[in-house]
């Protein structure tokens, strides 16, 4: 695999930040996107723009076309059963939150509980919050070990009679820690609870295969791989897409509408309401084609190879701590620096162009458990080669220095 | 723009070496502060005289080193101020920040001058800008006795 031909494909990587060449190390808050995407974008509104499934006329029969075929492309992607499983949202915050909300709505009542682990991004405990505050849920909280690896034993001590749903992350935006979600999944399922995976993190870093972990929920954004902002995926089992109640309401998603009684669409528009986000969605299809031409296999293992060679360096950084060691990680490294801040670290490194996130990247249960108010963070995309690895440790070396550090 | 010019000596010394930090006795205003964005936290304790005299300024809490360094240099100029020359050099510091504005105020000599002074290149770094500023809202907040906790993402 030919990385700087990989890298060529991507537009931003030509400009210069602060008059440098840019180090983009923030690929878990937001990966860049290759021109196909952006191009499909720009021809779509230039040459075939219409909005979808409304109008007879031909642009609008192509535009619906188009759109579906997207969702042919995504069941495929995670190897989801039907297209009918696959529901185009804003983006992964989103799907949880319809989740929440509709299986809250039909299922949840006072006293029943939710688990969840300390992993968890807000985006995975926020939308659980509200049936606290509405139903009078019970959240609970899977521990972590000292690694960052979530401890099955204590997560399945915490299952009983009223554990009503599990919602768990596939992969830590702070540790990578990859989170045996099948063996969650296989724990729950005995005891008939169902499963919501946040796969937020593992989609641009992982083979997705929804059929195989048997998840009942998935929710993914498609600005993390290599997509447009605006598009989200929830992949649901049918069952539950025909069971639970529809979410927003609106056009698009109405069978019949009197003054008396209303009745719902069919799958999978029952949970698209109003006009989707059309050009996104269908630019989005180049970004699954995108994944493809690189390669899952490929894609993992240019970036366990990139994610050791940075864990190597950094480790012989003096006053360096990386955070958690997980028993199985993917490209993102959190780390500290004794006697500096993340956001001074960040604001420094900014200055190379080398672009990474401080604080407590959206995760303040995590970074309580590990005392710890922020962190800076690392994340790889396809695009990262070991000469941005060696950039970062040089501009880290120039933040102990500006710091006066020994 | 130099980096040096955000991270000039002082600051990374007052960054370090916090002054007024811990809670002071016999305070009689408190404020806490928040910033969303990055989890950091400051508590202001102020302690105001019968004459109105902040008589006592100190704070606890975490940052980076252009918060810790606004923060105790703050707690060094305003201490021994009375209450309108404390908002005073509030308004002037805030104001120097935002819009770049020079420190004309004739309440702090030429020493404390170059300290307040030495934050204005956060100006340049606008996402740094709520670093700087949080303490010295958290200060008003405390001054003015408001019972809500200081965001800043609420003020500007």
Redesign the interface.
């Known amino acids: 695999m030919n990385i700087e031909n990989i890298k060529s494909q991507f537009p931003i990587f030509s400009k210069k930040i602060n008059g440098k060449q840019l180090v983009y190390l923030d690929s878990s808050n937001s990966s860049q996107k290759p021109a196909s995407v952006i191009n499909r974008l720009d021809s779509f509104y230039k040459n075939e723009f219409s909005n979808i499934g409304r109008s007879i006329h031909s642009l609008s029969v192509n535009a619906t076309n188009k759109f579906d075929e997207t969702r042919m492309s995504v069941k495929k992607f995670i190897n989801a059963n039907s297209k009918e499983e696959i529901i185009f949202t804003k983006n992964a915050t989103e799907s949880i939150n319809l989740v929440a909300s509709t299986f809250g709505q039909q299922n949840i009542k006072t006293g029943d509980e939710i688990l969840i682990t300390e992993l968890e991004h807000h985006s995975n405990y926020v939308p659980w919050h509200y049936l606290r505050e509405n139903k009078g849920a019970v959240i609970k909280f899977a521990p972590i070990n000292d690694d960052g690896d979530i401890v099955i034993s204590e997560l399945e001590k915490l299952i009983n009679s009223k554990t009503k749903i599990i919602a768990v992350t596939h992969l830590s935006n702070v540790t990578g820690t990859i989170v045996p979600v099948k063996e969650i999944i296989d724990i729950a399922h005995k005891k008939n609870i169902p499963v919501l995976v946040d796969g937020c993190q593992s989609a641009p870093h992982l083979k997705i295969d929804v059929k195989d972990l048997d998840c009942d929920f998935y929710a993914i954004s498609g600005h993390k791989v290599y997509g447009p902002t605006g598009v989200g995926i929830l992949y649901a089992k049918k069952k539950w897409l025909e069971q639970l109640p529809p979410y927003m309401g609106g056009g698009g998603m109405i069978s019949e509408v009197k003054k008396d009684k209303i009745t719902y669409a069919q799958l999978p528009e029952k949970y698209e309401a109003g006009t989707m986000p059309t050009a996104e969605v269908i630019a989005f299809n180049e970004s699954i084609k995108f994944m493809e031409s690189v390669g899952i296999e490929n894609l993992v293992s240019h970036e366990r190879e990139l994610t050791n060679y940075a864990l190597e360096k950094l480790k012989t950084i003096n006053s360096v701590c990386i955070v958690g060691n997980p028993k199985n990680k993917a490209g993102v490294i959190s780390f500290t620096i004794k006697?500096?801040?993340?956001?001074?670290i960040a604001?420094?490194l900014d200055?190379d162009a080398v672009a990474i996130r401080?604080?407590?990247h959206c995760c303040?249960i995590l970074?309580e458990k590990l005392k710890l108010?922020?962190t800076a963070r690392v994340s790889f995309g396809i695009y990262n080669t070991k000469e941005d690895v060696d950039i970062l440790c040089k501009a880290i070396e120039n933040c102990r220095k500006?710091?006066?550090l020994k | 723009?130099d980096?040096?010019e955000?991270?000039q000596d002082i600051i990374?010394e007052h960054g370090?070496s916090p002054r007024n930090y811990g809670k002071c006795l016999g305070y009689n205003h408190n404020a806490i502060g928040h910033n969303p964005?990055?989890?950091?936290?400051v508590h202001v304790y102020l302690k105001l005289n019968q004459k109105k005299m902040v008589e006592e300024l100190t704070f606890e809490g975490?940052?980076?080193?252009?918060s810790i360094a606004s923060t105790s240099i703050m707690t060094e100029l305003v201490k021994g101020k009375s209450f309108q020359t404390a908002k005073k050099i509030v308004a002037e510091f805030l104001s120097m920040i935002k819009t770049g504005s020079k420190i004309a105020t004739k309440d702090l000599n030429e020493d404390q001058k170059i300290k307040i002074m030495s934050l204005s290149g956060v100006k340049q770094?606008p996402?740094?800008v709520k670093?700087a500023t949080l303490s010295w809202h958290t200060l008003v907040s405390a001054m003015d006795k408001k019972i809500d906790d200081v965001n800043t993402e609420v003020v500007d």
Request: proline share 2%; with cysteine.
């Open positions: 006697g500096v801040h993340p956001h001074d604001t420094i200055e401080a604080g407590h303040q970074h108010n922020a500006v710091f006066n | 723009m980096l040096k955000l991270y990374l370090k964005l990055c989890g950091d936290q975490s940052g980076c080193a252009i770094y996402m740094r670093c």
